[in-house]
Nanobody, 114 residues
Framework: QVQLVESGGGLVQPGGSLRLSCRASGFILANYVIGWFRQAPGKEREEISC????????YYPDSVKGRFTISRDNANNTLYLEMNNLEPEDSGIYYC???????YGQGTQVTVSS
C-alpha cells in the first residue's frame, strides 16, 4: 500500500527557513518521480519541485528557484524540501506526490507571517 506522510511544517517569520519531510512506505522512493506541491487558500494546487528517478534531476518554478531545494534520502525512503528565505506568499498546505498513480500525502501546513 502506497503511503506518503509529510511533516515539518509550522509557523515561521518572513526570511526564515523550514525543512519538510515526506516519509514513503509501500514502494521504493528512488524508483519514482516524486514532487512537492502546495495549495494556498483560494488557489489551485501548484507544483513547486520534483526530482526524477533516473538521474536525480530537479525542477523548480521561478517562484521558488534559488530558495527551495528538493532532496532524497534513499536509505530512509524519505523526500525532503529545504525552504529558505520564506515569504508570506509561500504559506499553504504542502503535499508530496508520487506521479505514478497520482498519490498524495495528507499535507503539512506552512505559515509565513510576522
Amino acid at each position: 500500500q502506497v503511503q506518503l506522510v509529510e511533516s515539518g511544517g509550522g509557523l515561521v517569520q518572513p526570511g526564515g527557513s523550514l525543512r519538510l519531510s515526506c516519509r514513503a512506505s509501500g514502494f521504493i522512493l528512488a524508483n519514482y518521480v516524486i514532487g512537492w506541491f502546495r495549495q494556498a487558500p483560494g488557489k489551485e494546487r501548484e507544483e513547486i519541485s520534483c526530482i526524477s528517478s533516473n538521474d536525480g534531476s530537479t525542477y523548480y518554478p521561478d517562484s521558488v528557484k534559488g530558495r527551495f531545494t528538493i532532496s532524497r534520502d534513499n536509505a530512509n525512503n524519505t523526500l525532503y524540501l529545504e525552504m529558505n528565505n520564506l515569504e508570506p506568499e509561500d504559506s499553504g498546505i504542502y503535499y508530496c506526490r508520487r506521479v505514478t498513480g497520482d498519490h498524495y500525502g495528507q499535507g503539512t501546513q506552512v505559515t509565513v507571517s510576522s
